[in-house]
T-cell receptor, first 112, second 116 residues
Framework: AQSVAQPEDQVNVAEGNPLTVKCTYS??????LFWYVQYPNRGLQFLLK??????LVKGSYGFEAEFNKSQTSFHLKKPSALVSDSALYFC??????????FGAGTILRVKS | GAVVSQHPSRVICKSGTSVKIECRSL??????MFWYRQFPKQSLMLMAT?????????EQGVEKDKFLINHASLTLSTLTVTSAHPEDSSFYIC????????????FGPGTRLTVL
């Protein structure tokens, strides 16, 4: 089955430090990969996507992600974390029919 | 642009009653809408895909007679939870895609359903 995995339930980082939220994929064919962020009791907000082209994708709020085919990874990164980045982050893969399959999610906690 | 709203944001109902949740695309026409369910501290699970003017396509294990989906216009889809039971309590989230950009889903803020 095609899927994405987020190996970390939670990531803790100090404000101002770089952050990485990990995602790996298991997809046949070309992967269509996404990152979404969810704040408490709210819907998801789109951060960025990889369809094709440059492996480094830049998205909203200073986030970026690097598509690595050899490692089947699509880790989310930000050079300098903000306390307001604290939220639940989801990696997702788009299947046939434009259906999104989400990873389990990673809680990001940024401490001042 | 690409704003999706849901109404109500929160609803509490008695067991056995039916609840309707609306999903609207406010500033674009949504060719496809999706309905998800999210349990506390868990991921989103796709329930069904809805295309305007046609019957919804339900994911395996989702009871179509219990979760009625109607997509009557290009800006509105509704999810009706029929004969709700406490186990139906959950956070229901819809999303929509716009014409010409089907690879990006725009999500509503979600509806918290509590069945007593």
């Amino acid at each position: 089955a095609q899927s994405v995995a987020q190996p970390e339930d939670q990531v803790n980082v100090a404000e101002g430090n770089p952050l990485t939220v990990k995602c790996t994929y298991s997809v046949s064919g070309n992967p269509y990969l996404f990152w979404y962020v969810q704040y408490p009791n709210r819907g998801l907000q789109f951060l960025l996507k990889y369809i094709t082209g440059d492996n480094l994708v830049k998205g909203s709020y200073g986030f970026e992600a690097e598509f690595n085919k050899s490692q089947t990874s699509f880790h989310l990164k930000k050079p300098s974390a903000l306390v307001s980045d604290s939220a639940l982050y989801f990696c997702a893969h788009m299947e046939y029919g434009n259906k999104l399959v989400f990873g389990a999610g990673t809680i990001l906690r940024v401490k001042s | 642009g690409a704003v999706v709203s849901q109404h109500p944001s929160r609803v509490i109902c008695k067991s056995g009653t039916s609840v309707k949740i609306e999903c609207r695309s406010l500033d674009f026409q949504a060719t496809t809408m999706f309905w998800y369910r999210q349990f506390p501290k868990q991921s989103l699970m796709l329930m069904a895909t809805s295309n305007e003017g046609s019957k919804a396509t339900y994911e395996q294990g989702v009871e179509k007679d219990k979760f009625l989906i109607n997509h009557a216009s290009l800006t509105l889809s509704t999810l009706t939870v029929t004969s709700a039971h406490p186990e139906d309590s959950s956070f229901y989230i819809c999303s929509a895609t716009r014409q010409g950009a089907k690879d990006t889903q725009y999500f509503g803020p979600g509806t918290r359903l509590t069945v007593l």
